[in-house]
């Protein structure tokens, strides 16, 4: 049984690593030298090492990685809370877990939409998807918690200050392996994204539970 759990955990960390484009095969491999992403230009600049850490910190199940991580949310990027999420899913922390999956999509699908790049969408959508798939599961057949953590989230998200940098969302577009240069909104727009994809956010969660059942009275805009 460990056996097979150490197996699914493998395979797991395998497909994240090509998914997030993180040069992980430092922590995915035996030979640490080769990075799957060499990024170019203005890609350099990116988070992309300290991420890959974090990420692959979290993937082995390092106490003290979650613990920091958990401690400092708003100094990581996205790909690092969706891999809380699914150490914490993994531990059975369901409600954590839940909590640290929706604001990790919140937060990552808000960047996407400050980049001119739309490919980025598509691979904010795979992240969620490769660290979410249980969760999601999870979710959808126990509402009621999932809707508590929801909402736990949407507050949560209007009165934390995020302080990494969101450009880190054109390491996750197509043409990485190609441009020198990435293109995003200006910076006096992201307050406005942020609190308009909140609000989308918002909307599509309510729609789904209202599909789900007849809703419990909880306010997903509060």
């Known amino acids: 049984m460990r056996c097979s759990l150490m197996q699914k955990e493998n395979r797991m960390r395998q497909t994240i690593c ?8 430092a922590g995915c491999s035996s030979e640490p030298e080769a990075p799957l992403l060499q990024p170019q230009g203005e890609y350099r600049l990116l988070p992309l090492e300290t991420t890959r850490r974090q990420v692959d910190a979290l993937m082995q199940g390092q106490q003290e990685m979650q613990i920091y991580v958990q401690g400092h949310p708003n100094e ?4 690092v809370l969706f891999a809380l999420a699914y150490q914490l899913y993994q531990q059975k922390h369901y409600h954590d877990a839940m909590f640290w999956f929706y ?17 980025v969408q598509q691979g904010v959508t795979k992240l969620s998807e490769q660290f979410g798939s249980e969760i999601s599961a999870y979710g959808l057949s126990h509402p009621d918690e999932m809707e508590l ?14 302080r990494y940098n969101p450009r880190w969302v054109a390491l996750h577009s197509t043409e990485v392996h190609n441009m020198q240069e990435y293109a995003f909104v200006a910076m006096a727009r992201w307050p406005q994204i942020d609190q308009q994809t909140h609000r989308e956010y918002a909307r599509g969660f309510a729609r789904l539970m209202v599909s789900l059942r007849q809703g419990s009275g909880l306010s997903l805009t509060d």
């Open 18 to 25: 090509s998914v997030l484009l993180l040069s992980l095969l």
């Open 76 to 79: 990581v990027t996205p790909p």
């Open 103 to 119: 604001t990790a999509q919140l937060r990552a699908r808000s960047d996407a939409n400050k980049s001119l790049d739309n490919s």
């Open 149 to 162: 953590a929801m909402v736990q989230t949407l507050r949560w998200d209007k009165t934390s200050q995020r």
